[in-house]
T-cell receptor
Framework: DAKTTQPNSMESNEEEPVHLPCNHS???????IHWYRQLPSQGPEYVIH???SNVNNRMASLAIAEDRKSSTLILHRATLRDAAVYYC????????????????FGKGTKLSVKP | DSGVTQTPKHLITATGQRVTLRCSPR?????VYWYQQSLDQGLQFLIQ???????AKGNILERFSAQQFPDLHSELNLSSLELGDSALYFC?????????????FGAGSRLTVL
């Protein structure tokens, strides 16, 4: 799978938007971009995923660059509860399912939210 | 509550011992994944089962083994434990065997080997 690069840490203020960047310059046309997050003392939690178009759900928005070499996870109004490690993961859609369904996690970005 | 249940939540044992971690997937999910998270290694994929069959192996040691039972719950067996096996062990489940790869994780089992 193609590799992703994320900043080690970021800080945000409560109730302000947060933009978490992810670079994936070697992404292939069949790679989905997934975001998961891990709150302290909890298991990872799915946030959002997309292929080419920007995506929105109740948790966040995913903005994908036109060349797909980078993406940004957007939390519209950060809360203290959003303090977590955010993982950007690429997964080849041709390898979904079966023996290739597992996700490979990197180091992620540790987001701190200040009140 | 994610719907994925892991027991025990905490486990303290000694080197050389054997432990079993249990995972009950979300209702209807057929795939179960095991991950290990230690401070220096991050989240490492160990093994995956789908409907009772092993589907993929990651960085799983030979001292570790797993299985998925007919009722779809899974167990991860860790034997001849070493200090370095101290970690959080997460189980995740997924609905099927194709489509979007959204995993639902449990809260984890924290293993401490003394």
């Amino acid at each position: 799978d193609a590799k992703t690069t994320q900043p080690n840490s970021m800080e945000s203020n409560e109730e302000e938007p947060v933009h978490l960047p992810c670079n994936h310059s070697t992404i292939s046309g069949t790679d989905y971009i997934h975001w998961y997050r891990q709150l302290p003392s909890q298991g990872p939690e799915y946030v959002i995923h997309g292929l080419t178009s920007n995506v929105n759900n109740r948790m966040a928005s995913l903005a994908i660059a036109e060349d797909r070499k980078s993406s940004t996870l957007i939390l519209h109004r950060a809360t203290l509860r959003d303090a977590a490690v955010y993982y950007c993961i690429l997964r080849d859609v041709r390898r979904y399912g079966g023996s290739q369904g597992n996700l490979i996690f990197g180091k992620g970005t540790k987001l701190s939210v200040k009140p | 509550d994610s719907g994925v249940t892991q027991t025990p939540k905490h486990l303290i044992t000694a080197t050389g011992q054997r432990v079993t971690l249990r995972c009950s997937p979300r209702s209807g999910d057929l795939s179960v994944y095991w991950y290990q998270q230690s401070l220096d290694q991050g989240l490492q994929f160990l093994i995956q089962y789908y409907n009772g069959e092993e589907r993929a192996k990651g960085n799983i040691l030979e001292r570790f083994s797993a299985q998925q039972f007919p009722d779809l719950h899974s167990e991860l067996n860790l034997s001849s434990l070493e200090l370095g096996d101290s970690a959080l062990y997460f189980c995740a489940s997924r609905r099927g065997d194709s489509g979007a790869n959204v995993l639902t994780f449990g809260a984890g089992s924290r293993l401490t080997v003394l």
